[in-house]
């Protein structure tokens, strides 16, 4: 069974950083590219960083470039996505996202929210 679950969201103040963690389980995470998205209140969702297999090959939303850096750890299932220089308008539920070759798997969701 197919699990991702993420953790580290928050409140913190404009400027400032957090780092956010998606453990998987249930398929094979090495080979798998791993994302994460991102939804605000009344937006629909979007891409924020996507990381391949094995960790070559990143992209990320415009609006988080230079920001945002997504990274795994193959030997413990995990892919992480530190934000630096938050503001505002990256208040959201951040979501981790496995597209594998038997479906789309989505975790739950952590709320980030920025705010003075």
């Known amino acids: 069974q197919v699990q991702l679950v993420e953790s580290g969201g928050g409140l913190v103040q404009p400027g400032r950083s957090l780092r956010l963690s998606c453990a998987a389980s249930?398929?094979?995470?090495?080979?798998?590219?791993m994302s994460w998205y991102r939804q605000a209140p009344g937006k629909e969702r979007e891409l924020v960083a996507v990381?391949?297999?094995?960790?070559?090959?990143?992209k990320y939303g415009d609006s988080m470039k230079g920001r945002f850096t997504i990274s795994r750890d193959n030997a413990n299932d995990t892919v992480f996505l530190q934000m630096n220089s938050l503001k505002f308008e990256d208040t959201a539920v951040y979501y981790c996202?496995?597209?594998?070759?038997?479906?789309?798997?989505w975790g739950q969701g952590t709320q980030v929210t920025v705010s003075s």
């Open positions: 996202y496995a597209q594998l070759s038997f479906g789309n798997y």
């Open positions: 249930g398929f094979s995470f090495s080979s798998a590219a």
């Open positions: 990381i391949s297999g094995f960790g070559g090959t990143t």
